[in-house]
């Protein structure tokens, strides 16, 4: 089953009248969203979110139920002047471009995620920070894509939440970045315009949760009373792993966006951030 959760378009816009459109996909394996906007003025007109009942054991159950939902959902076959798709998963890691060498992309990988000799292996450019992002993308789902779009570009969502946070005014101390969905966490810790970590948990409990965070500010020796740490993502001030975290780290604030589409949404200004976040 597929639940649609949101759906909300600026006021008396016309997708189909709208001229010079451009559509941005993120999904994985608990569901599938995408934003339009405008493609000269970058401007949000709509954002549609899809939740999946259950968590989808591969790509290829993931691929069915993203069918279903572009043989429903007329805002995706629409033309559009550009296309970018965000691949949101746990396979991927970083490597300073001093470092890197395109002929050995599987090396950087199979230390952290087992891969298999027929998995298709990308990378993402981050100049910013000197580094390469290497990840495996769901190359089905690519394929399917393409047939529906022609060409487009795609990243991961590392890449995509990296780029965003580095163009927030910089801080002079350690500060934690957390992303939220609903089994996993992106934890990025930053200073100035380095990324001093980068990666991804699977968690079960609110015990798991509090887990990393802890161990990763361990790690780095930061101190719990004193580092900032910013939520986005699918957290709430109410739930509990909000409340066990604070109840370990104090300084818990919400990174919110700016995208005008957010006041018309009945959804918080730090969700959603890979897709809405500005």
Request: negative net charge; contains cysteine; proline residues 2%.
């Amino acid at each position: 089953m597929i639940e649609k959760r949101v759906q909300k378009k600026t006021s008396k816009t016309s997708l189909k009248k709208t001229k010079n459109i451009a559509l941005s996909i993120q999904f994985n394996l608990d569901g599938f969203s995408f934003c339009v906007s405008d493609f000269l003025t970058k401007k949000a007109l709509l954002f549609t979110e899809y939740l999946f009942d259950k968590k989808q054991n591969t790509p290829e159950e993931l691929l069915k139920e993203i069918e279903k939902i572009f043989q429903s959902d007329a805002n995706l076959q629409l033309e559009y002047n550009a296309v970018t798709v965000i691949h949101q998963n746990n396979l991927a890691t970083l490597v300073p471009t001093l470092y890197f060498d395109e002929n050995a992309l599987a090396n950087y990988l199979k230390f952290t995620i087992k891969t298999l000799k027929t998995d298709f292996i990308a990378f993402d450019d981050l100049p910013e920070i000197t580094a390469k992002n290497v990840y495996v993308p769901y190359i089905n789902i690519n394929n399917y894509l393409f047939q529906n779009f022609g060409e487009f570009d795609y990243k991961h969502h590392h890449t995509v939440l990296i780029e965003k946070l580095l163009k927030i005014e910089n801080f002079k101390e350690n500060t934690m970045y957390v992303n939220v969905s609903k089994n996993a966490i992106d934890v990025f810790v930053l200073k100035d315009i380095k990324v001093l970590l980068s990666n991804s948990f699977s968690y079960h409990t609110k015990e798991d949760f509090i887990y990393y965070l802890l161990f990763t500010a361990e790690q780095l020796q930061l101190n719990p009373a004193e580092f900032p740490l910013y939520f986005t993502g699918a957290i709430h001030i109410n739930d509990d792993i909000y409340k066990i975290t604070y109840k370990y780290i104090k300084n818990i604030f919400f990174l919110e966006s700016k995208n005008a589409l957010l006041e018309e949404l009945d959804i918080s200004k730090h969700s959603n951030y890979i897709l809405l976040g500005s």
